[in-house]
């Protein structure tokens, strides 16, 4: 790819400015438009060291309102960014539907510079590429428009910008001991550039390759290939039309397993035996988790259920012999206005744990194919790609070191009809019980449905679902905690 592009290409000066000014005024419109339609826009410029990005930059924002836009300068990761996986800092930075995100150097510093650098193993890199394409698809798929430069120079072009750079007492400070890197070994790291553009310019997003020795052809190519994107991508929002709603479907079908079924419910403990278990568990757990402290291990455990399935109580014993400076739980209910303004996997990346720390999600990235679906707040669409993004994001958590626990809490209709009563006759309770939660038993089988078809489609032999019988309270709490810690020493034995 790179080797047929042709660096001798140039614009004169006077064509230059001829064709600029009719460029900016166009992009500004196009921002405009994107504020009205809601298109949520990210900009990656990416190239050589010195190949003028910064001054593209500066002419791409210089008719853009800078209430729509946000420049993102890309560094090595901070300390603390390491302690999550690559993708989280740049989830942190994604802009809110309407609105456009330049990324100065991007997510593929990790399969450039990291790689020429030896800061990530060659083993990793096929994994790299496959998390970035997801990540992009992802992102295009919740509507976003994605734009991508690579801005290429010859060997020679590069050195004589660096050493002219170095020599500028006003510009001396931008050359970094690592852009000689690329200059000393630019047919390496040309070679990474060609694997990483062939292995991630997809069809939802591509990379257009820039010539940069001449600069002016450099930036008015950038700026045309931007506005055309944003324009199709306008373009293909207008298009689209309304999807129908599907028909819920009130049962599994024939070839589809009834996982909740098999569960059996009458598994129970005695209060004594309670007692006992859950004190030996606890030590247990509560060992584990200065190992991981220790380790620099991260855990998140997910919490799904039926209303009233327990999952509070389950959470409070798990917690209760747990150091509270490196837990945190969770609680998800609906997504706030701001939260709806971001893909929906958005905030739940953002409150991630770091690396040595525990985490506890009351609900999850999972009310995307239960809740949502079952209430019509996601289309079909929506719901049915979510099972493929699901398995993505909990593919990277583990890929980054994770200890990832899904639990369902299964009681049956019985036993929550007769626990919702319970609360509605306890002043301490009552508080716990609400419309919705009478709402949603009407719709029990197409939650039943939903919540099969879910553990179906999103327990994966690295990520799978441990379905606890809820019925006896003292049984379900014993069970999280221990698989929670068996989950915490398999991890352990593999370091």
């Known amino acids: 790819m790179l080797e047929t592009l042709d660096l001798n290409l140039s614009l004169d000066k006077e064509s230059y400015k001829q064709e600029l000014m009719p460029l900016m005024r166009n992009l500004r419109s196009l921002q405009q438009a994107c504020w009205q339609k809601k298109l949520p826009v990210v900009i990656v410029l990416e190239g050589w060291a010195a190949a003028g990005k910064g001054a593209l930059l500066q002419k791409m924002v210089g008719y853009m309102d800078p209430r729509g836009f946000e420049v993102h300068p890309v560094w090595p990761p901070t300390a603390d960014e390491r302690r999550y996986p690559f993708l989280w800092r740049f989830w942190q930075k994604l802009p809110e539907r309407g609105k456009f995100s330049i990324f100065y150097h991007s997510w593929y510093t990790h399969v450039l510079e990291d790689r020429l650098f030896g800061r990530i193993p060659e083993s990793q890199m096929a994994t790299a590429f496959q998390e970035i394409n997801a990540f992009e698809r992802q992102l295009v798929d919740d509507g976003a428009a994605i734009a991508k430069f690579w801005i290429h120079l010859s060997k020679k072009e590069l050195k004589k910008r660096l050493k002219k750079y170095a020599k500028d007492p006003l510009d001396a400070w931008r050359v970094r001991p690592e852009d000689w890197q690329q200059s000393k070994n630019y047919s390496q790291y040309a070679e990474f550039a060609e694997e990483m553009l062939q292995q991630t310019s997809t069809g939802v997003a591509p990379w257009t390759l820039i010539e940069g020795d001449n600069k002016r052809w450099a930036r008015v190519k950038v700026l045309t290939q931007m506005a055309a994107s944003l324009t199709e991508a306008l373009d293909r929002l207008h298009g689209q039309q ?61 919490f799904e259920g039926w209303d009233a399935a327990g999952k509070g109580g389950a959470i409070k014993r798990l917690t209760d012999v747990l150091d509270p400076r490196s837990y945190k739980v969770r609680a ?17 990346w953002r409150r991630l744990p770091p690396a040595g720390q525990l985490a506890i999600f009351d609900r999850s990235w999972y009310g995307r194919v239960l809740v949502e679906r079952v209430e019509g707040f996601a289309t079909e669409a929506q719901w049915r790609r979510a099972y493929r993004e699901i398995n993505e994001f909990e593919s990277q958590l583990v890929s980054a070191g994770y200890v990832l626990v899904k639990f369902w809490l299964h009681i049956s209709p019985e036993e929550q009809l007769k626990r919702f009563y319970e609360r509605k006759e306890n002043p301490f309770k009552s508080y716990k019980l609400t419309t919705e939660d009478w709402r949603n038993r009407e719709k029990w089988s197409l939650y039943e449905v939903a919540v099969n078809q879910t553990i179906q489609r999103t327990s994966t032999p690295i990520a799978p679902w441990t379905i606890v019988p809820g019925n006896d309270k003292y049984y379900a709490r014993v069970r999280t905690i221990e698989a929670v810690s068996t989950a915490m020493e398999n991890q352990l034995k593999q370091i």
């Open 242 to 302: 309304p999807a129908p709603q599907a028909t819920p479907q009130t049962q599994l079908s024939p070839t589809e397993p009834d996982f909740l079924s098999a569960v059996d419910l009458s598994l129970s403990l005695s209060h004594d035996e309670y007692k006992a278990k859950l004190r030996e568990q606890q030590i247990r757990l509560r060992k584990l988790q200065q190992e991981i402290y220790q380790n620099k291990v991260p855990v998140l455990i997910l």
């Open 332 to 348: 998800f209910g609906p997504p706030t206005e701001d939260e709806k303004q971001h893909h929906y996997l958005w905030r739940f």
